[in-house]
Nanobody, 122 residues
Framework: QVQLVESGGGLVQAGDSLRLSCAAS????????MGWFRQAPGKEREFVAV????????RYADPVKGRFTISRDNTEATVFLQMDSLQPEDTAVYFC???????????????WGQGTQVTVSS
């Protein structure tokens, strides 16, 4: 079992930055690839980014490429999502999740956090 707790969300203006954190506890953090997903009101939960066990491989959804950066600190059992040049369309609840593969499909993730709200005003 892995417990995940996100933090760092908030209300910002377009063009601002935010850094989300996801602290893990329970099973060995470094055994899991870690992903970020987001869900806007009335929409499906969608993939944002994923990072492999060692932090050497990352993947991003097209809408966030070049603006968001995923990273992890295995000694602190934490994964981060640096979000720059935020736009109103980035408004959503952001979730971190753990998987045994660097997958973009939410069905491959076994453990989820409770989410943190990010709101970007224009």
């Amino acid at each position: 079992q892995v417990q995940l707790v996100e933090s760092g969300g908030g209300l910002v203006q377009a063009g601002d930055s935010l850094r989300l954190s996801c602290a893990a506890s329970g099973r060995t953090f470094s055994s899991y690839a870690m992903g970020w997903f987001r869900q806007a009101p009335g929409k499906e939960r969608e993939f944002v980014a994923v990072i492999n066990l060692s932090g050497t491989v990352t993947r991003y959804a097209d809408p966030v490429k070049g603006r968001f950066t995923i990273s992890r600190d295995n000694t602190e059992a934490t994964v981060f999502l640096q979000m720059d040049s935020l736009q109103p369309e980035d408004t959503a609840v952001y979730f971190c999740a753990a998987s045994t593969s660097t997958s973009a499909s939410k069905t491959n993730y076994n453990y989820w956090g409770q989410g943190t709200q990010v709101t970007v005003s224009s």
